[in-house]
């Protein structure tokens, strides 16, 4: 009955991508569910023979994601020699590094993901791509030798502007909309935007607000300029992102 087996290491990892994947599994007609085995955590996943091959690539790339949202994060903050507290900039910074080559890693992973209806992904992971953790490995050491500089607010600051201006765009355009409580992200059509890399396109506080946007790192922030727009707000898109920002009224 069940088509596919996907399994991961851990539960949180699972949720995950159950999560991920349900709405288009639930669109094809199929169902899923979890199994806790013990020692794997298993997404079962069941689909009409005609769905099968429509569904399979989706797959794939939802595996590629969770591996970069959740097996490349704990992969990096597990290395990292400092103390990574719940301030603001050491958020943005952490996201920064976690975008760090994100759609480059998300083909070769795709590429790479060749499987029939079973996969463990942590094995897959630690056997198929060691070549992509040696490379995460050396942005761990880059973040380790430049350690200092979070000391103090003013050089982190300056370290989160130097990643981010070595990102890759990922979007042309985000469009920042905001009401008296919270902040809305809209492509360059107007569409609400679908990345796997944010967790929500309503927003509740300007960091939250900064560290979606470092993970779209667009070529373009459209702010929508009304009352509740703050000066300091402003003035801290405009040091992380410098010329891309543009005011519309």
């Known amino acids: 009955m069940w088509e596919y087996c996907i399994s991961f290491e851990d539960n949180k990892t699972a949720e995950i991508f159950k999560n991920s994947i349900f709405n288009e599994i639930k669109s094809h007609g199929g169902i899923l569910t979890t199994l806790d085995s013990g020692y794997l955590y298993k997404v079962l996943i069941a689909l009409p023979i005609i769905e099968r091959f429509k569904v399979h690539n989706i797959i794939k790339e939802k595996i590629a994601e969770t591996i970069l949202l959740c097996i ?5 903050l597990s290395r990292l020699d400092f103390e990574t507290n719940s301030s603001p900039s050491m958020q943005v910074f952490l996201k920064a590094l976690i975008v760090f080559d994100s759609d480059t890693d998300k083909d070769i992973i795709t590429e790479r993901l060749n499987f029939d209806d079973n ?6 992971v630690n056997f198929k ?23 103090s607010q003013d050089s982190t600051n300056e370290l989160i502007k130097f990643l981010i201006s ?46 979606n ?17 703050k000066d300091n707000l402003l003035n801290t898109l405009y040091e992380y992102f410098a010329n891309r920002i543009e005011l519309s009224k």
């Open 213 to 229: 946007l470092v993970a779209l790192n667009p070529e373009k922030i459209i702010v929508h300029c009304n009352n509740y727009v």
């Open 72 to 76: 490349k994060s704990k992969y990096i």
């Open 166 to 211: 070595n990102l890759e765009y990922r979007c042309y355009a985000v469009n920042v909309f905001s009401k008296k409580d919270c902040y809305f992200l809209c492509d360059n059509k107007g569409e609400t935007i679908n990345d796997f890399l944010i967790d929500k396109t309503i927003i509740y506080d300007d960091n939250n607000l900064l560290v």
């Open 119 to 124: 996969i463990v992904v942590n094995s897959f």
């Open 129 to 151: 791509l060691t070549f992509l953790k040696k490379k995460w490995g050396e942005l761990v050491s880059l973040a380790n030798d430049n350690a200092m500089y979070l000391l």
